[in-house]
């Protein structure tokens, strides 16, 4: 009932930079914390930041002062802002985000039950 779409992936030189942003619809009472993962092939999925509905952005360290998360809770988005890519970059990136499903009742909206919700995924490619 939360969906997710990313869009801003691509093929781009090492140095260069690009911008993911992801969008959530649907049911949506609260998001808490929204997220970007990555997966690169062959390996497992891992966390590459994450940020929480009051601003606190937590990194991996092998994106720290490269990557730069943020997010719009008026729209339901987050971004991610990658400079300085590096050939170790190269993944699908999939937005994750986590927090509640509204209900109509008692004339009002309600959190109904929580959800945690991933994208399809976008594909990053840097190019050495």
């Known amino acids: 009932q939360v969906q997710l779409v990313e869009s801003g992936g691509g093929l781009v030189q090492a140095g260069g930079s690009l911008t993911l942003s992801c969008a959530a619809s649907g049911s949506i009472f609260s998001i808490n914390t929204m997220g970007w993962y990555r997966q690169a092939p062959g390996k497992r999925r891992v966390l590459v930041a994450t940020?929480?509905?009051?601003?606190?952005?937590n990194y991996a360290d092998s994106v720290k002062g490269r990557f730069t998360i943020s997010r719009d809770n008026g729209k339901n988005t987050v971004a991610l802002q990658m400079n300085n890519l590096i050939p170790e970059d190269t993944a699908v990136y999939y937005c994750n985000a986590d927090g509640a499903i509204r209900a109509y009742s008692g004339d009002r909206w309600n959190p109904r039950r929580a959800f945690s919700s991933w994208g399809q995924g976008t594909q990053v490619t840097v190019s050495s």
């Open positions: 940020i929480t509905r009051t601003g606190s952005a």
